[in-house]
């Protein structure tokens, strides 16, 4: 069974930065393409950067586009979102996902993933 887990979410003031973590675990071999979303209560879903591995390639959404990175370690199996200069709007649970099948970054970051962890929370700080 293919587990995914997020981690490094927390309290953030607007010019912050955050990096969030995503292990997987189960899995025998590479994804085809990872990716992170975001959703606000009362909102829809966004995904906002996703990583091809199949078909090299990164998306990223233009509300993180020059702020964000994503990127993975060797394992191909952790993968990161580096956020910087959070501004207002980012506060959000963030899930990291992970799927199969074909199709570039921009791609699966507009379509359900089939692998999800539970979010982790980045928070506006009082």
């Known amino acids: 069974q293919i587990h995914v887990v997020e981690s490094g979410g927390g309290a953030v003031q607007p010019g912050d930065s955050l990096r969030l973590s995503c292990e997987t675990s189960?899995?025998?071999?590479?994804?085809?393409?990872v990716g992170w979303f975001r959703q606000v209560p009362g909102k829809e879903r966004e995904g906002i950067s996703c990583?091809?591995?199949?078909?090299?390639?990164?998306y990223y959404s233009d509300s993180v586009k020059g702020r964000f990175t994503i990127s993975k370690d060797n394992t191909e199996m952790t993968w990161y979102l580096q956020m910087n200069n959070l501004i207002p709007e980012d506060p959000a649970i963030y899930y990291c996902?992970?799927?199969?099948?074909?199709?570039?970054?921009?791609?699966?970051?507009?379509?359900?993933?089939?692998?999800w962890g539970k979010g982790t929370m980045v928070t506006a700080s009082a």
């Open positions: 189960g899995a025998v071999l590479p994804f085809s393409a």
């Open positions: 990583l091809g591995y199949i078909v090299n390639s990164t």
């Open positions: 996902a992970a799927a199969n099948g074909v199709g570039n970054a921009s791609s699966f970051c507009h379509s359900d993933m089939q692998f």
